[in-house]
């Protein structure tokens, strides 16, 4: 498949967290709103590593009024992609795809996890989510289950700091739609192939 990442990326390198407090100007954030129009959803990215199996990074994407991405202490960015502390908006189909294909290598996979849900339960995890301030190093799983924990038909999702306990739980819930991300070059630049798993199944 066609390489998805700019070259702006070259310089960008995978950790597992780590962020610095940001804050993009009025201006550039709404200049950067995008509404995708599908139904409202929030969708769990958990980064695998393909030879422990341990999940290294816990992301939500939230589409709601509009589509952002809390990438809490994650190092992925974009000039096209203004930040508030971890919070990215405009995330487009082709931000959405530069964000998988820059975790998605030969030592990890991604894994995508939808749920379906309410235009109220939408914004109140974007408002969750913009509200909660720079993570710090380390606390990505804990600030993720922060987030979507208690929200209304996320009751069974944990408070913990691994990954993969929140992505076990998001297996659970009903209608979640599932995809595993895989590439196999050693470069962040290489493209993604799709391997969809039925709800429920171990990736």
């Known amino acids: ?85 971890d919070v990215h908006f405009g995330i487009t189909e082709q931000m959405r795809k530069f964000y998988i294909d820059y975790h998605a290598r030969e030592t990890y996979d991604v894994l995508e996890q939808t749920v379906r849900v309410s235009p109220a339960v939408a914004a109140q995890a974007m408002a969750r989510a913009e509200s909660y301030g720079a993570v710090n190093k380390a606390f990505c799983g804990n600030s993720v289950s922060d987030v979507v924990r208690g929200l209304p038909g996320f009751e069974n999702v944990p408070a913990t700091f691994f990954p993969n306990r929140i992505s076990r739980a998001f297996s659970e819930l009903p209608g979640v739609s599932t995809h595993l991300y895989h590439d196999g070059d050693p470069d962040i630049q290489s493209g993604i192939r799709l391997i969809e798993h039925k709800p429920g199944e171990e990736p």
């Not at 990074?57 to 000039?79: C, K, N, V």
């Open 1 to 85: 498949m066609r390489r998805l990442a700019a070259p702006l990326l070259m310089t960008l390198t995978l950790a597992a967290c780590g962020a610095e407090p940001v804050w993009a100007p009025d201006e550039a954030v709404q200049k950067a709103r995008y509404v995708s129009g599908n139904q409202p959803s929030i969708t769990l990215y958990t980064v695998v590593n393909k030879r422990s199996g341990e999940g290294a990074h816990s992301a939500l994407m939230i589409d709601g009024s509009e589509r952002i991405l809390f990438d809490p202490a994650g190092t992925w960015q974009y000039p096209l992609v203004p930040e508030r502390n």
